[in-house]
């Protein structure tokens, strides 16, 4: 059975302090992504990574980064944690392909205070 | 631009009587159209996707889709509601012009009432 795991389900942090948030996939996916979901605007995409080492900015990059040193692990970075960082994050991976679907992670709740 | 829209961002339906989920959809080239379901507080699970073939796709828990080029709409289906289909449903289209990423639409929320 595929799976995508991340870290973490639910996650209060502090203001300005630095959050990671970590992904592993175990189906050997060359694509790994990070969205935000925030009610009434769907998911958007913050960062992807094609293979190792590769990153390229989604549509919402600003205040994260990404880290991908093995094929199965992509790290999401918040720099200096703000309450408008606030939201439910999804990381998913897929195959390359046109027509092939992502499979994602259960999802981490972060919460800013 | 390319783009997709689910029309409606609440949809209430009885208890087996047949549900219909919008989506509308806006691409260049043949587009690539994909249904996910979110329950809550989880992340999204593949429903069915649309690449080429019979307009009339089947996916999982007893859901499907109706291709339809000329209305530029994939709306997913099912002949009797459930109690469990109470979800967020997604529909989502590939963009050929950003390395094949998913355009995502903003979601459908829908109740099936007992």
């Known amino acids: 059975d595929v799976k995508v795991t991340q870290s973490s389900r639910y996650l209060v942090k502090r203001t300005g302090e630095k959050v990671f948030l970590e992904c592993v996939q175990d189906m050997d996916h060359e694509n790994m992504f990070w969205y935000r979901q925030d009610p009434g605007l769907g998911l958007r995409l913050i960062y992807f990574s094609y293979d190792v080492k590769m990153k390229e900015k989604g549509d919402i990059p600003e205040g994260y980064s990404v880290s991908r040193e093995k094929k199965e692990r992509f790290s999401l970075i918040l720099e200096s944690a703000s309450t408008n960082q606030t939201s439910m994050y999804l990381c998913?991976?897929?195959?390359?392909?046109?027509?092939?679907?992502?499979?994602f992670g259960q999802g981490t709740r972060l919460t800013v205070v | 631009a390319q783009s997709v829209a689910q029309p409606e961002d609440q949809v209430n339906v009885a208890e087996g009587n047949p549900l219909t989920v919008k989506c509308t959809y806006s691409v260049s080239g043949n587009p690539y159209l994909f249904w996910y379901v979110q329950y809550p507080n989880r992340g999204l699970q593949f429903l069915l996707k649309?690449?080429?073939?019979d307009n009339l796709v089947k996916g999982s828990y007893g859901f499907e889709a109706e291709f339809n080029k000329s209305q530029t709409s994939f709306h997913l289906k099912k002949p009797s509601a459930l109690v469990s289909d109470s979800a967020l449903y997604f529909c989502?289209?590939?963009?050929?012009?950003?390395?094949?990423?998913?355009?995502w639409g903003a979601g459908t929320k829908l109740i099936i009432k007992p």
């Open positions: 649309y690449i080429t073939g």
């Open positions: 998913a991976s897929s195959l390359t392909g046109k027509g092939t679907e992502a499979f």
């Open positions: 989502a289209v590939r963009d050929w012009r950003s390395n094949y990423q998913l355009i």
